[in-house]
């Protein structure tokens, strides 16, 4: 298990985690064209004409909501992309900070033990076929979900 996501009432592990990642990147999308789109009809807008203080006030809460949406989405999806480019899950990230700590304390060095390389680490996550990567139900690149590739096995 990685995490309890709030936004789909599941928890978010390694069967899901494809599935979550590209929600987070579509709603990102999403809310980024539907920002611009708000942003691009106020600006483009005749607003000459008496009545149109309710209108306006209105095309300005959309697009600044739109914006707030769009920087955490765009928040969380960088997130998640740093998580998947170094083949973490939340918990481990800050298991890792810990670790970290403790082994600069002892005078050694940490390296997180699953962290192959970056495209493998992305391959783990999204599969081998980058064509596949953006379709979430494509899921037949995940093996049993015990056993995990280190840096032990690469050397």
């Known amino acids: 298990m990685d995490h309890h996501c709030l936004w789909i009432n599941n928890c978010v592990g390694y069967w899901n985690y494809k599935a979550f990642f590209n929600l987070i990147l579509y709603a990102t999308i999403g809310s980024i064209h539907s920002s611009v789109i708000v942003i691009s009809c106020f600006r483009q807008k005749d607003w000459n004409y008496s009545g149109t203080t309710p209108l306006k006030i209105f095309y300005l809460a959309c697009g600044l909501m739109m914006l707030a949406l769009s920087v955490t989405l765009g928040t969380l999806l960088g997130w998640h992309i740093y998580l998947i480019t170094h083949n973490m899950t939340t918990i481990e990230y800050y298991e890792g900070i810990r670790a970290a700590w403790l082994a600069k304390k002892s005078g050694l060095s940490y390296r997180h033990p699953f962290d ?5 680490n992305i391959t783990l996550v999204l599969g081998p076929n980058t064509l596949r990567w ?5 899921t ?16």
């Open 140 to 155: 037949s690149h995940l093996k049993d979900g015990v056993s995990f590739p280190t840096l032990r096995d690469s050397s």
């Open 134 to 138: 953006f379709c979430p139900t494509s």
């Open 116 to 120: 192959i390389s970056v495209y493998k």
